[in-house]
């Protein structure tokens, strides 16, 4: 029902910025919604985590702790994808960040925890970010 793929990871020196991008694609349209959207990251034999997620409907924004005042999440309504600026990029940050989110036939569902990998049914296939110190 939704296909994601992310784009805009890449190496940065430390103290660099990256802006990671996600399309979305629901099938059939106007059928299905996207309630809310998140990027997540997996470091090497470390755990997914969540790092930054948008309700759709109204812009409600969830930061973890270790990006905030150095991420920002945002998403287009217009085309539908999703964003996240990182600014001050830090080697600890090197990770592959991936794309979810939560897709059903309601438009505006009860929110859970938003950066609970447990909360998103749609993921993308990740993209690579690596800083070098």
């Known amino acids: 029902r939704a296909e994601l793929t992310e784009s805009g990871g890449g190496s940065v020196q430390a103290g660099g910025s990256l802006r990671l991008s996600c399309s979305a694609s629901?099938?059939?349209?106007?059928?299905?919604?996207?309630?809310?959207m998140a990027w997540f990251r997996q470091a090497p034999g470390k755990e997914r985590e969540g790092v930054a997620a948008?309700?759709?409907?109204?812009?409600?924004?969830y930061y973890d702790d270790s990006v905030k005042g150095r991420f920002i999440i945002s998403r287009d309504n217009a085309d539908g994808k999703l964003y996240l600026e990182m600014n001050n990029l830090q080697p600890e940050d090197t990770a592959v960040y991936y794309c979810?989110?939560?897709?059903?036939?309601?438009?505006?569902?009860?929110?859970?925890?938003?950066?609970?990998?447990?909360?998103?049914?749609?993921w993308g296939q990740g993209t690579q970010v690596t800083v070098s110190s």
């Open positions: 629901l099938r059939p349209a106007n059928t299905f919604y996207i309630g809310y």
């Open positions: 979810a989110a939560f897709v059903s036939r309601l438009a505006n569902p009860v929110q859970p925890s938003m950066l609970t990998s447990s909360s998103y049914n749609y």
């Open positions: 948008i309700v759709r409907y109204n812009g409600r924004q």
